[in-house]
């Protein structure tokens, strides 16, 4: 027996037409659904904080919106997503009314939640976490009053629950985001959750579809103009009951799965590749390698998997000041250093306005700014963008810097434009603060229920 | 100091090219793909062929990414080994300026660097032939 997942999201803001694409011609069993990066979940907080009916990814509801055809061509169909955000149990109601409308008013619903801690965090430090930063060692007083944010990764256990009940569309939190591939891949093969090396491949396939596109083709280094990225095929995990795995892409697609493209994601975030850990196993993918087996078609074999670790990773973000990006573009001969110049009025101004900023960064895009000093610096370009970042813990400090902007296209060197449109505005900085909790204290909450019993409000735990 | 690194130089003096050892790119011999984690980055670098992966074992060690990437001030690196993928992968501990979250910079994810770290130069091996990239 095999099973078919395909991932049509890899991030919010991906593709809005990929999921139907992938839907309509992978032949899939799971069409999965990943928007979740390290700092969503703040910027979904801060949109909840603001709205009560706000706080999931709602590009989820136009992506499933142009579903409906292939859910109804399509009744095997399952999709898995983690597009709840801080409120599943919200995406979960929002999406049941679509359906409804749409006439799949039968629809099965899950909502997975459990993993936002923040309610919680005073409990849970009294129990004796303490949630030190992992990468500085800080300790959380320093900022607990500022936590925006802060949510387990839940593992796979939720959506196989789910799956479970009869669920077809299943909305998750927070949950690693290969656990959105091991939950379909245990619940249709019925794999113990100590079947270490199965939930290890299935954890390699769900880390090599969670990019999307970045599997098969996009952000390819070895790219060159021979490979066409139009109507690029998002990827197939193919799974086996054994514990085999292929990667793939619907058949007559752009882009490319190739042993090149796939081990690139293959090392795609990753630290310790001898231990790639999430609450469902902890994968070793060192002795990972891959074979083409045919056209789009790579093979993945060698995945070794032990003991899930003790500990969730937790994801908090807390309030640390405000941000803003201007720039400008700068034109004609010198336009590396009549841009440094531009910048250096800016400062001017600002100090003689009494705003010194606590962080700022300059870069002339065009002569090797992005990286600078590591990409070889050429200021005899015709034309640079000027940008300069700025932080600071005041808002009217950095509303004072974007105001800089403007006057030097009458008042700087020749040559500047490209200030035209609003005005940027300061942005609040959720900053990332990446630490653990015992699994114990983690248990993920399933809601399931027809469309029309989450209209209703009934939707049983 | 050009010399000590293998970067060919003119002689004014001779007039005649000091015989040095000729120099290729990573990407010659290999492909990679970067992102980030919090603050940190990493870069996995991925040989085309077997003959590519022991050459790097020896050559790309973690103290000379650190000396490539010095401008950007990576705290710590730390290479693992993939064997079965012929590849390293480089943690790059503090490399991001604050990270996603909090980096001023254009690139705060880091998604730029596997193609910096692919134009570091490196003296080109004797068996070069045997480590491009296959047809």
């Keep these: 027996m095999l099973i078919r997942i395909g991932n049509g999201a890899g991030f919010w803001g991906d593709n809005l037409d990929a999921p139907r694409c992938l839907a309509e011609r992978g032949e899939l069993d799971y069409l999965t659904l990943e928007y979740l990066a390290e700092l969503t979940l703040s910027i979904l907080a801060h949109q909840r904080s603001r709205n009560p009916e706000a706080g999931f990814v709602a590009d989820f509801l136009t992506v499933l919106e142009s579903l409906v055809p292939v859910l109804r061509a399509q009744p095997r169909l399952k999709v898995v997503t983690n597009a709840g955000g801080m409120s599943p149990a919200q995406c979960a109601r929002q999406t049941a009314r679509m359906l409804a409308a749409a006439g799949l008013g039968d629809t099965r619903l899950a909502a997975v939640s459990g993993d936002d801690l923040l309610p919680r965090l005073d409990g849970l430090c009294a129990a004796g976490e303490e949630f030190s930063n992992l990468d500085s060692g800080r300790k959380l007083a320093e900022v607990r009053p500022e936590i925006a944010s802060a949510n387990a990764y839940l593992g796979a256990r939720g959506i196989v629950d789910a799956l479970g009940q009869g669920a077809r569309i299943v909305i998750t939190g927070r949950v690693a985001d290969a656990s959105l591939t091991v939950g379909p891949a245990i619940h249709e093969f019925g794999w113990r959750w100590n079947d270490w090396d199965r939930l290890a491949t299935a954890t390699v396939a769900g880390h090599l579809i969670e990019c999307g596109a970045q599997a098969t083709g996009g952000m390819f280094s070895g790219w060159d103009s021979t490979l066409s990225l139009r109507e690029l095929g998002y990827p197939i995990a193919v799974l086996s009951e054994a514990g085999e795995l292929m990667i793939t892409k619907p058949a007559g697609t752009g882009g490319a799965v190739t042993v090149d493209t796939v081990a690139e994601q293959l090392v795609y975030e990753i630290g310790d590749p001898q231990h790639y850990l999430t609450p469902d196993v902890d994968t070793d993918f060192s002795q990972v390698q891959l074979h083409a087996a045919g056209p789009d078609q790579v093979v993945v074999s060698g995945a070794i998997g032990a003991p899930a670790p003790p500990r969730f990773k937790v994801s908090m973000a807390y309030r640390d000041g405000y941000m803003a990006t201007g720039t400008l573009v700068i034109c004609g001969e010198q336009a590396g250093v009549k841009a440094r110049q531009c910048a250096d009025l800016i400062f001017s101004r600002l100090r003689t306005a009494g705003v010194v900023l606590q962080r700022t960064h300059v870069e002339c895009l065009g002569t090797g700014d992005t990286l600078p000093g590591v990409w070889p610096r050429r200021d005899d370009v015709q034309e640079v963008v000027l940008r300069i970042a700025v932080h600071d813990p005041a808002r009217v400090a950095v509303e004072r810097f974007v105001r800089e902007f403007s006057p030097l296209v009458g008042s700087g060197p020749p040559g500047v434009t490209g200030y035209t449109g609003p005005r940027v505005k300061p942005y609040p900085v959720f900053a990332y603060w990446p630490t653990t909790v015992a699994r114990d204290h983690v248990q993920p909450v399933v809601e399931v229920s027809d469309a029309n019993g989450w209209i209703n409000g009934n939707s049983g735990r | ?135």
């Design chain 2, 1 to 135: 100091m050009a010399g000590s690194m293998g970067i060919p130089v003119d002689n004014p003096q001779t007039q005649k090219p000091v015989p040095m050892a000729a120099t290729i790119r990573l990407k010659d011999i290999a492909h990679a793909r970067s992102g980030d984690k919090g603050n940190h980055a990493n870069v996995g670098i991925i040989a085309y062929t077997t003959a590519g992966f022991e050459f790097l074992g020896r050559y790309l060690t973690e103290t000379r990414l650190a000396e490539f990437l010095l401008p950007l001030r990576p705290r710590q690196v730390e290479r693992f080994e993939m064997p079965g993928i012929l590849a390293y992968n480089f943690v790059l501990r503090d490399i991001l300026a604050g990270g996603a979250s909090r980096s001023l910079r254009t690139d705060n994810q880091g998604k730029v660097l596997s193609l910096a770290v692919l134009e570091m130069p490196i003296p080109a091996p004797a068996n070069l032939d045997a480590m491009r990239r296959p047809e």
